[in-house]
């Protein structure tokens, strides 16, 4: 099995949400002779409605293999099961966004693994224009993909690294629709991050080894990297780090990825001895969250070495596995999933 590496108390917010529910199946000319009406492209996605909400999953028809098949009906599972929005167990799938169906789902998500080019066509850009300004929602799951990671897309399948930058041919794909936009960093504040659970899992279970950079670097305050696009005053379309690769169960309930983690370490001397150490592999840019640059290096392909920071340390990172991580990772992620969700479908 693949080692997937991540990037207190949990607080659960009750919620007195109102069923979302979708916009009306498209009706269907009765003589058989007739065409279909084109969907009513002018009125809002519907979010108040018929008693359970369904999900659509975009997945190019072609793909090889589809990526975490069990991961959005384990979520939605979750979602169906620890919160008051009644959702459907298990999503439609559609293979593109020139499919007219987008419109009668108030949540999108897609794999960007599951799409081979981001290239965008007149009628997907026609249709997700109109899609986002009638109040639809759309997630990318590793839409965030350190430069490292991007030589081989699967292998931002298997490692969540923080960055605060959309993959370019996704932020250019979007760009084509929306003219001087940009994805931007969503602050630590924002409501995406505690609009049902705030904060991260229990920290003690985590080995000490690992506690203090997760709660203070990694995911300070149950918090990660995303970045959006806003439409209309309102975020529109979010992009993350893979973090599907932490909700999927098998048949008998077990996690079905083990997830392991990567820290940053430092030490005396550290930063004088490796900024003088031979080096024979590549050097990749990635944002932080204020714009500033880490320089990352890598020895092994997709793997990370070291850091120079933009203060001038050099850090090390150090890569753990155990139980206790596994399952902490897999609470987190399962947690982020759940509160994209819910903002999308309240806000």
């Given at each position: 099995m693949k080692q997937r590496y991540a990037g207190k108390a949990m607080t659960v917010v009750t919620l007195g949400l109102v069923l979302i529910g979708l916009l009306p199946i498209h009706a269907w000319a009765q003589d058989a002779s007739e065409t279909a009406p084109a969907p009513d492209q002018t009125?809002?996605?519907?979010?108040?409605?018929?008693?359970?909400?369904?999900?659509?999953?975009i997945v190019e028809s072609g793909t090889i293999s589809r990526k975490y098949t069990s991961a959005l009906p384990t979520l939605l599972g979750h979602v169906a099961e620890e919160t008051s929005v009644h959702v459907e167990r298990i999503q439609d799938v559609a293979a593109s966004f020139e499919d007219e169906r987008i419109f009668d789902y108030p949540f999108i998500y897609v794999n960007y693994a599951d799409r081979e080019k981001w290239e965008f066509s007149e009628t997907e850009r026609r249709n997700i224009r109109a899609y986002l300004e009638r109040g639809g929602f759309i997630h990318i799951d590793a839409g965030i993909s350190a430069a490292?990671?991007?030589?081989?897309?699967?292998?931002?399948?298997?490692h969540s690294f923080a960055e605060w930058e959309a993959s370019p041919d996704v932020a250019d794909a979007f760009k084509s629709i929306f003219p001087g936009r940009k994805f931007k960093p969503l602050g630590r504040s924002h409501k995406v991050f505690s609009c049902f659970y705030e904060g991260l899992p229990d920290t003690e279970?985590?080995?000490?080894?690992?506690?203090?950079f997760v709660i203070n670097e990694k995911w300070p305050q149950g918090t990660y990297s995303f970045v959006g696009l806003t439409v209309k005053g309102r975020l529109a379309v979010l992009c993350s780090p893979i973090i599907a690769m932490g909700w999927g169960k098998n048949q008998l309930g077990n996690w079905e990825t083990t997830i392991g983690f990567r820290i940053r370490e430092g030490g005396k001397g550290l930063s004088e001895n490796l900024e003088t150490a031979a080096y024979g592999g590549k050097r990749f840019d990635t944002r932080r969250e204020d714009g500033a640059l880490d320089v990352v290096f890598c020895e092994q392909a997709a793997t990370p070495a070291w850091v120079q920071e933009p203060n001038g340390v050099w850090r090390m990172f150090a890569y753990y596995r155990s139980t206790e991580i596994s399952e902490f990772a897999h609470d987190f992620y399962t947690q982020l999933g759940v509160n994209i969700m819910i903002y999308a479908l309240t806000h």
């Open positions: 009125q809002p996605i519907q979010k108040v409605g018929p008693p359970s909400v369904k999900v659509l999953q490292f990671l991007r030589n081989e897309k699967n292998a931002g399948q298997h279970k985590l080995p000490e080894t690992v506690r203090e």
